[in-house]
């Protein structure tokens, strides 16, 4: 690894993130977009700094509807995102082991997106979709299967007292199961505070005992929950990792930004605070953080993204974490059925989240019928399948690199979860074997 590692991680992440719009240093979820996290202390490279970014940003990138052409030719002028990509794959190839196979899926997954964004500017040929999705998951594009999940809860719910005999009855009963269940938005701070500290406890019973001491005082879910209105997301995690104790020590701090719009049963909520807190988002970017200032990760550890191959496996394990935190291995084994529908609701989302973007860049289905078939096939709010199938699944992007990788994870990671018992499992995937992604995982397991 040269000197200029660093250097090449921070220009290419952040480059890239520029171009697209986003911004790093950003408190809400609104403005940050693929760099999820800058904690290391370090300042901020060009790519960040030169007084061409701030214009590309402020204007939306090339995710704007008319993209400021003149600012993102200035910047990619002053700035060579390019070139960095190209030195951070180079020095992948350098690298050995998983190391170095995971800093080159970084990089790929990089010079995709710098694909897509020619593509948009007109600048270069369209960027197949089955590379979109081998790059940030490591496997071809394939369609969502959900009958087993859908007939689980069918099943769940006629014991609920909800029974049906077909698909529109089926949506039915899981809105009637779902109305008096519903979250209080007025009062999402103190059931999210609540759900916090259940699964922060859960997590010292389930998943502590399986990781090395050092990680034992790291805070796990020193997160904020915030209302938000009329965001295009139905939530956000920002890890922010910036505030210091007064010996230096990270706080390890997050906040989750909540639509306040979100169509959400108390169950589905439990999950989606395992899934972002404890032990899923927060706790896994809390281990990364501490054990970067350890020295025992790279700096690559330290800018943490969306669209690629380690986003996949942190979706994997966010999924995951509601089985972890119970120590249990399937939704069937919940503590009761009210959670198991939750979860698999949970699970169905995401599987729609993959369909999304299978039936629209690969079949080519207008949103009207995305939405229609994420709603009746994976019994999605309509809310959800409006945004899904629309501000998610149609963006150049997310559509068609990020949205498959939720299933993706979430499928992997379970069937490690099944292979491997959780005192070999559980510190390779929090890091403690060093940062691994979707395609690396199995070869540290297996080494």
């Not at 999705?133 to 071809?140: C, E, K, L, R």
């Not at 292979?419 to 390779?428: A, D, E, M, W």
Request: aromatic share 8%; net charge negative; glycine share 8%.
């Amino acid at each position: 690894m040269s000197e200029s590692f660093p250097s090449l991680v921070g220009n290419a992440i952040l480059g890239i993130d520029t171009l697209w719009g986003g911004d790093v240093m950003c408190l809400s979820g609104t403005g940050r977009f693929i760099a999820d996290s800058w904690f290391s202390d370090e300042p901020l490279p060009p790519a960040y700094t030169d007084p061409t970014a701030a214009p590309v940003r402020a204007s939306g990138g090339v995710s704007s509807k008319s993209p400021d052409r003149a600012a993102i030719d200035a910047y990619l002028a002053a700035v060579d995102v390019r070139g960095a990509i190209a030195g951070l794959a180079a020095e992948g190839h350098a690298m050995p082991g998983p190391r170095g196979e995971y800093v080159r899926g970084l990089a790929l997954c990089f010079e995709t997106m710098w694909d897509l964004a020619m593509e948009l500017l007109g600048k270069g040929d369209p960027v197949p979709y089955e590379r979109c999705v081998q790059a940030s998951t490591g496997q071809a594009p394939a369609p969502s299967h959900p009958e087993a999940k859908r007939e689980r809860v069918a099943e769940l719910l006629a014991r609920a007292g909800h029974p049906s005999r077909c698909g529109d009855e089926l949506l039915a009963a899981v809105d009637a199961w779902r109305r008096p269940r519903g979250v209080p938005m007025a009062s999402v701070r103190a059931l999210g505070e609540a759900f916090v500290a259940k699964f922060d406890r859960l997590s010292a019973e389930n998943l502590l005992p399986w990781l090395p001491g050092e990680l034992h005082g790291v805070p796990r879910a020193n997160i904020r929950f915030l209302p938000i209105q009329d965001a295009w997301f139905s939530g956000s995690m920002n890890y922010l990792g910036r505030a210091r104790r007064p010996d230096g020590a990270p706080e390890y701090e997050a906040t989750y930004e909540i639509n306040a719009s979100l169509e959400i049963s108390v169950p589905e909520f439990e999950q989606l605070v395992s899934h972002e807190v404890a032990p899923g988002h927060v706790t896994t970017f809390a281990y990364l953080q501490n054990l970067y200032v350890r020295g025992r990760v790279g700096f690559e550890a330290s800018v943490l993204t969306m669209n690629t191959r380690a986003a996949a496996l942190f979706e994997g394990i966010a999924n995951n974490a509601i089985l972890i935190a119970h120590g249990v291995n399937e939704v069937d084994e919940l503590p009761d059925e009210d959670l198991q529908i939750g979860a698999l609701l949970a699970l169905l989302q995401d599987d729609a989240k993959n369909q999304s973007s299978y039936l629209t860049w690969r079949e080519g289905l207008p949103q009207p019928e995305v939405a229609a078939a994420l709603r009746r096939d994976f019994l999605v709010s309509a809310e959800r399948a409006e945004k899904l199938s629309g501000a998610w699944g149609r963006h150049p992007l997310l559509g068609r690199m990020y949205l498959p990788a939720y299933r993706a994870g979430t499928e992997h990671v379970a069937a490690l979860r099944r292979r491997f018992p959780p005192r070999q499992l559980l510190p390779v995937l929090y890091g403690c074997a060093g940062l691994v992604d979707i395609t690396t995982i199995e070869s540290v397991l297996t080494a």
